[in-house]
């Protein structure tokens, strides 16, 4: 049994870094093709490749073993008897021997190594935003009627806060400062966050940049995060009936900002590039054209990964197997 | 900026005890507070001198025990909390967690949002409801 997770772990680990660059080397190239997607179809794309060195190399691992899955279910033959027997097999039933090779395990493990330990940073980092976000929700109050938490502080603050369990925070503040229709805007875009998920997407290719280079990373999740920031303007332009009103609240509440602080933050973060682009988009009422609305649907990509899986599974099997025992035997 | 420690369940709830109450002993807080978690008094104490030796609260003798009151109150540490997270998500800390309707760390100038604003007021020249349709 240890070839096998041996075999796992070299063939995860070297198809996610071939993953992350051939999506680094499209990114880099397409990067300026992507403003002419809707923001929705651009936040649906940029998600998938920055998930691609996860998803990629679990989808290959799982068209490499499925041969010996199904026949394990008894729903076809024994594939291995079928081989001609000149190289190992990738398979369950008749496992692999151990590869000697310390070169091999060394480097794989390495490897996993290196992921760990920036995983385990990451997540230490989400446990102390979690603390943050379990903190504002204790001391704030949900009122009757409202579907946001009330943070009674006179200060401004607009937020969705929590991964898992998202909640909108307004503070006493803003709904002081704030008219009717300025604070449906702002609900609604906070909505939309909510349903999105939109922290947990970003937690997850923050998560996975550990396979591309810093500033790839860095890249994508800004591109991304501003993504998700102009599907909840055009979802909060929809629910109020107003782009130009979603534009001038941003704008509003970013005025109202600098009253709460006497020193600005150092940034390191997106959002401040966003505003703009947020704005313009919202404004740019040729945009709404501009934007590819061609036949990308939601479910093509699982839908055409489901078809080459059942077509190719065996093939694939065979070329990983060959080139893995040829490689590493 | 002066760092303000983030509290523990526990101590939020003995916080927000005090504040409701405006004073009180290890006694009357273990009534209102440890009694439904099942916790002893000697815990309910050990928060009261935790919040204590963290600047949020004072005690004072009276008699034989000590009776406790906030020191801060709740809008002015929440603010202070507020200030924490902000410094936090400008530094990259919490971001992935908090989506901020605007730029809550305000590296935007001034001047750029009088620009956004001459941008949005000749778009509403022209369209003065900005529909969408």
């Known amino acids: 049994m240890p070839g096998i997770f041996q075999s796992m772990l070299v063939i995860f680990s070297v198809a996610s870094l071939l993953t992350a660059v051939a ?136 937020c969705s806060i929590g991964m898992f369990r998202p909640e909108i925070l307004i503070s006493r503040g803003l709904e002081d400062r704030l008219s009717t229709e300025e604070l449906e805007v702002v609900i609604a875009h906070e909505r939309a966050h909510v349903e999105r998920r ?47 009103r979603v534009a ?3 704008v509003k509440v970013q005025k109202l900002l600098p009253e ?70 | 900026m002066e760092k303000i420690p983030v509290l523990g369940e526990l101590e939020q709830e003995v916080l927000a005890h005090l504040w409701k109450c405006r004073e009180g002993a290890v006694k009357s807080v273990h009534q209102a507070v440890g009694k439904k978690r099942r916790i002893s008094p000697n815990t309910i104490h050990s928060a009261l001198e935790r919040l204590r030796k963290k600047g949020l609260l004072v005690r004072e003798k009276v008699s034989h025990a000590y009776v406790y009151r906030p020191a801060i109150e709740r809008s002015e540490l929440l603010g202070k909390w507020l200030n924490e997270m902000i410094s936090l998500y400008g530094g990259g800390k919490v971001e992935i967690m908090v989506s901020a309707f605007a730029d809550l760390t305000r590296t935007i100038g001034a001047s750029e949002l009088e620009r956004l604003e001459a941008m949005i007021l000749n778009v509403e020249k022209d369209d003065p409801r900005g529909d969408v349709s």
């Open chain 1, 23 to 158: 999506v680094q080397l499209f990114y880099l190239g397409a990067r300026c093709c992507f403003t002419y997607l809707s923001p929705v179809r651009r936040a649906r794309l940029l998600f998938l490749l920055g998930s691609a060195p996860l998803a990629v190399p679990l989808l290959l691992l799982m068209l490499v073993f499925i041969p010996s899955i199904l026949t394990w279910a008894g729903l076809v033959p024994d594939h291995c008897l079928a081989h001609d027997d000149h190289h190992g097999h990738l398979c369950f039933i008749h496992p692999p021997a151990f590869i000697r090779n310390p070169w091999v395990t060394v480097i794989a493990l390495l490897l996993v190594a290196i992921v760990v330990l920036r995983w385990i940073r990451g997540f230490a980092e989400a446990y102390q935003a979690r603390t943050w976000s379990r903190l504002f929700q204790r001391n704030s109050h949900r009122a009757p009627g409202r579907c946001y938490r009330l943070v009674d502080v006179d200060r401004v603050l607009a």
């Open chain 1, 248 to 250: 001038k609240t941003i």
């Open chain 1, 260 to 329: 709460q602080s006497e020193d600005p933050l150092p940034a390191v973060h997106f959002s401040h590039v966003h505003i703009v682009q947020r704005v313009t988009s919202l404004l740019d009422q040729r945009s709404r054209g501009r934007f590819y609305h061609g036949m990308l649907p939601k479910y093509l990509l699982p839908g055409a990964t489901m078809l080459f899986l059942l077509v190719y599974y065996e093939p694939i099997h065979h070329y990983v197997e060959d080139l893995y025992f040829a490689l590493f035997q």
């Open chain 1, 198 to 244: 939109d922290a947990l997407k970003l937690f997850i290719v923050k998560m996975l940049g550990v396979f591309f280079l810093p500033q790839v990373s860095k890249a994508l999740l800004s591109d991304l995060a501003l993504a998700g920031e102009q599907v909840c303007d055009q979802q909060a332009s929809r629910e109020t009936g107003s782009s130009i």
